[in-house]
């Protein structure tokens, strides 16, 4: 697998978590954060971290002893876990985030972030069964709505604050 690009991935994640830590710090309310700041902040360490760990794993994993079908596997299971997951706990959350404050939650983008998560966890099974002969192709255009994921997390965070 050609890892290069992977790096570039990483290096963005990193820094929109970086960045964001940065800008919470500053904007932290004195009280702590309000279930609608809580639940942004989720979605976006989920989404910066995951997509920085899920393109370092690969470094290590085509590195070790198995084969190159194998590796794959690894790869496409330790994503479908991370995704996996994703998936069962932040629509969950936002849906019922949704029911309370509507106004916070508008549907296209609960419907958008949540196509995300879907998408980026049918990525991760043609990864892992091999559906595709492009599993390399599969594999970064996950890490990219990852990281899509994760700037709509990272703006909401930014611009969208309760009054």
Not at 14 to 19: I, K, P, Q, T, W
Not at 45 to 57: C, E, K, P, R, V
Not at 149 to 158: M, S, W, Y
């Amino acid at each position: 697998m050609d890892t290069n690009g992977l790096e570039v991935i990483a290096q963005i994640a990193l820094g929109l978590a970086g960045f964001s830590g940065v800008m919470i710090a500053l904007a932290r309310p004195s009280g702590g954060f309000d279930p609608v700041e809580s639940f942004r902040l989720r979605a976006l360490i989920y989404a910066s971290f995951g997509a920085m760990f899920l393109a370092i794993i690969p470094f290590a994993v085509f590195g070790g002893p198995w084969s190159e079908a194998t590796s794959w596997r690894v790869l496409g299971a330790v994503m479908a876990v991370y995704t996996g997951a994703g998936l069962l706990d932040l629509p969950r959350r936002a849906f019922r985030l949704r029911r309370v404050d509507p106004e916070q939650f508008p549907l296209p983008l609960v419907v958008i972030q949540f196509g995300t998560h879907v998408v980026t966890f049918l990525f991760a099974l043609v990864v892992l069964f091999g559906l595709t002969e492009y599993r390399a192709n599969a594999y970064v255009m996950a890490l990219v709505l990852m990281l899509l994921h994760g700037a709509i997390a990272f703006v909401r965070v930014l611009m969208y604050r309760r009054s």
